[in-house]
């Protein structure tokens, strides 16, 4: 596309030569940029754009799009405008040919829930049609899937994808929506035919500092929303009131309690399977999914109300969820041939560590063995907090290292047991050995949940990055005992 055509009517302002140019595409990353693209500078919490831009021009890059003039770059064009954020979101929308309006486009926002969520909407909704999805774990265009770094990626990254997606004949896509992303405008521009509110709990304050922020932040997802949109909102959530008052499209809600319009009742919970009544206008139909918490009736629940929303009965989407083969690394039970039972699970907030702990607590009649860290550079309140838990619902606790990161691991696990009142747990810094250490303790009913990680394949230090995925070293322990 040219250039002029491309920034036609936009607050921006043209600088140097080769005003005509033609761009082959738009980057915001320097490592992968490619020849003809335009470059956006911006700066973010902690990098600057700008002082990646002669590392873009040198892989080829036809022009820059920044907030402020450079005069040593040379014979660049070198775009300026006074609002990035909102230009790239524009320049992304017009030059892929705005695909967000050509795909039924699902937003999921909240603390806990959203990717197993945008998995459950997928297998349903792919009876019908095909379904991609961007989230956590990987983003699926068609039959390609590729590890994700973000939850949210850049706005020019999501409508590269939503574009590669039409192209492969995707109609429908479930995205998640971090508070990170809508913070840093990573939606601009971007329309969804309906955005899902799944719960609020502690997370992120390093960032957001209050959970008012963190609600604010979250809250943006529904200003998204297509004119003939729909909000779908846990009404369950106490700041679920706090959301319908200010959504302006329709609002349809879900939960387990009387009055929502997606409504669970009467559970059953087995260490395999979950079987409730759905209660939709008064119409009841009986849901057998084959997971295991009472926060993945919730999750059924939104993406029950989406299949809905978007046309597919009731009667087929309750056949379609028994088919439901899970998450990676979300409560995923570790095949064990002598029968342990062991879980990893992405449980890495106090809440989402509770939910899960009681989830198990009531489907096993043994002991639960817990074995947790937390994050580096994160949220350092919720450490001592998430301590509290697991000695509240554990017989015992094994404390390690999940991504120090930055920081140094004893710091954060001095921080950790700080938060424990009795005297049944331990620290072992060496995860591997951690796993071991649970998995040698546990036999017959009882059960081991090894939390924080989930599905991620990587263990970050400061100074390294080494290969670590909790369920493969499980396997390999237990291969190990055979």
Known sequence: MKLKKLIKDLDIKILGSCKDVEITGLSSNSKFTAPGEMFVAKRGRLHDGNQYAEEALLAGASCLLTDIFNPFLGDVTQLITNDLNSVE??????YYDNPSSKIFLI????????????YLIKHILDVDAPTGIIGTIENIIGEVRIDSNLTTPDVITSNK???EMIANGVKNCAMEVSSHALNQNRIVGIEFDVAIFTN????????HITMDEYFNEKSKLFSHIKDSGVAIINRDDVRSSDLIKICTNRVVTYGLSKGCDYYGKNLVMTSHDIRFTLDYHGCESLVNLPLIGEFNVYNALAAIATANIKGVSIDKIVNRLKTFSGVPGRMERVRSDDGRNIFVDFAHTADALEKTLIALKIVTSGKIITIFGCGGDRDKEKRPNMARIAEKYSNHVIVTS?????EDPNFIVEQIIGGF??????????????IEKGISMISGDDVLLIAGRGHEKKQIFSKKIVKFNDTEVANEILNLLV
């Open 200 to 207: 609020l709990s502690q997370e992120h304050l390093d960032y």
């Open 402 to 406: 999940d991504n120090p990161r930055g």
């Open 161 to 163: 994808i939503f574009k």
């Open 89 to 94: 979101g524009l320049l992304a929308k017009r």
């Open 107 to 118: 937003g999921v926002t909240g603390t806990n829930g959203k990717t197993t969520t945008t």
């Open 421 to 434: 009142n009795k005297n049944i747990y331990e620290v072992e810094l060496d995860r591997k050995k951690a």
